[in-house]
């Protein structure tokens, strides 16, 4: 009796883990039950007893019965959660196909052995595959053959070589491709391996990202052929333009070595300031359009930055005495030495930032101060910067500063002239140089305009 009795208690704790194992919170309740009916079903073992016929009579009490009705209860809740949990998994999955379905990209998922698992509909959309051919288990290299028969780019006689290098490289890490299709439409396709050695394949209909590159890429040749034709209308004017100032400048110093009263004197000087001022720009402008054009070649010799800055200086004295402007230049001993670089390009850099100084200085001075740093290698990185006490410039204005034919203000152009392109070919040519340039204004006034580029050492040192 007492075997049957732990048999049949074991038997009911056995189905009591089941039950708790296959319902977590949703059969909390059918827990309960069990965990009651455990003490009834010990006591509701049946009552074997012999009759007189000698038969065996069976018999149950009330505690074996409510036991009985508990298991039943128990088993019936455990099946009610079985049910909603498949039905919950159910729900899941649909709204998880119908979420796949509705994304923007197509998806096929292999399986570890390249054998096609799921797709969603707008693969089929964008693909073009024969939807026939179509099954759960088809083979890749099938699915290729499928593929490469909507791209019309492959020759029909390299689409077996076309399938096997696809074949090979969709294992790739990071394999992605393009394919356009036979309606004309762009495929990026896009390889990820899953833990369980399958592959996810996403395909992405890139064919409007396409039509505006190509877009782009024909208003950017538009834009280089523009720039191109104003580029050779500069440098053609500029140059039409220099042979008939020649003649003037020419027929003007000749006029000078007359015999002249003052004021025809005077008149005749002026004509000679304008038409050197117009020869300066129309340099400016051949300049420019040279180094738009990328015609411009910075040559390397022999310099003296001693002499250069010194003449350049020079140059500039007669209008800096017109406004009694002091000009005062220092130089460290590095800026002594004899170095290569491009001794004409530098010059003209220097003579734009100090003609500005001068030309937007109304009274005070104007300082260049030259400092150098030995590099390694035997080079040497020169530091020309143009102090001044002029009109200066904001923050917001210095972005235009070293734009083609911009200057700060417009009121600056009406006030003092000039093309505003002088500064822009400065930058260009310190580019070219391997340098850079740049501008500070400080408060109250006057500011720095400053240059820096890396020379080599002259072979023959020395100090100048």
């Known amino acids: 009796m007492s075997v049957l009795l732990w048999g049949f208690e074991r038997g009911l704790r056995r189905v009591g883990r089941r039950a708790r194992s296959t319902l977590t919170l949703a059969s909390a309740p059918a827990a309960i039950l069990v965990a009651i009916g455990l003490p009834l079903a010990a006591r509701a073992a049946p009552a074997i007893a012999p009759r007189g016929a000698g038969l065996i009579r069976f018999q149950l009490s009330v505690d074996a019965v409510i036991a009985l009705g508990v298991v039943a209860l128990t088993v019936l809740l455990a099946l009610i959660g079985v049910l909603v949990s498949l039905a919950a998994r159910v729900r899941a999955f649909d709204q998880l196909r119908e979420a796949v379905n509705v994304m923007p990209g197509g998806l096929v998922v292999w399986d570890s052995d390249d054998r096609m698992l799921a797709w969603n509909d707008r693969f089929t959309e964008i693909s073009e595959p024969d939807l026939s051919k179509l099954r759960v288990g088809l083979p890749v290299d099938e699915f ?184 005062a230049v220092t130089l460290d001993d590095g800026a002594r030495r004899a170095l290569r670089g491009d001794s004409g390009r530098l010059r003209q850099v220097m003579f734009n930032l100090l003609s500005n100084a001068v030309k937007f200085t109304e009274r005070g001075s104007v300082w260049v101060e030259v400092t150098t740093r030995p590099e390694s290698g035997q080079r040497t990185t020169i530091r020309v910067a143009v102090h001044d006490t002029g009109i200066g410039f904001s923050r917001a204005d210095k972005p235009r500063l070293f734009q083609n034919f911009q200057q700060a203000d417009v009121s600056v152009t009406r006030r003092y002239g000039g093309a505003g392109i002088g500064l822009s070919i400065s930058r260009q040519l310190v580019n070219l140089m391997g340098g850079r340039i740049d501008a500070e204004s400080r408060a109250g006034g006057g500011s720095t305009f400053w240059f820096e580029v890396t020379l080599d050492d002259a072979l023959a040192e020395g100090a100048v």
């Open 144 to 327: 290729l053959q499928m593929i490469v028969a909507t791209v019309s780019s492959v020759d029909p006689a390299d689409r077996d070589a076309w399938v096997r290098a696809r074949t090979v490289a969709r294992r790739q890490p990071g394999a992605a491709f393009e394919r356009q299709t036979q309606s004309g439409r762009w495929l990026r396709i896009e390889n990820r391996p899953t833990a369980g050695g399958g592959l996810v394949v996403v395909s992405s209909d890139v064919t409007d990202f396409k039509d505006a590159a190509e877009r782009l890429a024909g208003a950017r040749d538009e834009a280089e052929a523009a720039s191109r034709a104003k580029t050779d209308f500069l440098a053609s004017v500029s140059h039409e333009i220099r042979t008939p100032m020649n003649g003037v400048i020419g027929m003007n110093a000749l006029l000078l070595r007359t015999e002249l009263n003052p004021q025809q004197r005077k008149f005749a000087e002026g004509v000679r300031e304008a038409a050197d001022e117009m020869m300066v720009m129309m340099g400016n402008i051949l300049d420019l359009a040279r180094l738009e054009a990328g015609k411009v070649v910075i040559e390397e010799g022999e310099l003296n930055l001693k002499a250069l800055i010194e003449e350049v200086v020079e140059g500039l004295r007669s209008p800096a005495l017109a406004k009694s402007l002091d000009v």
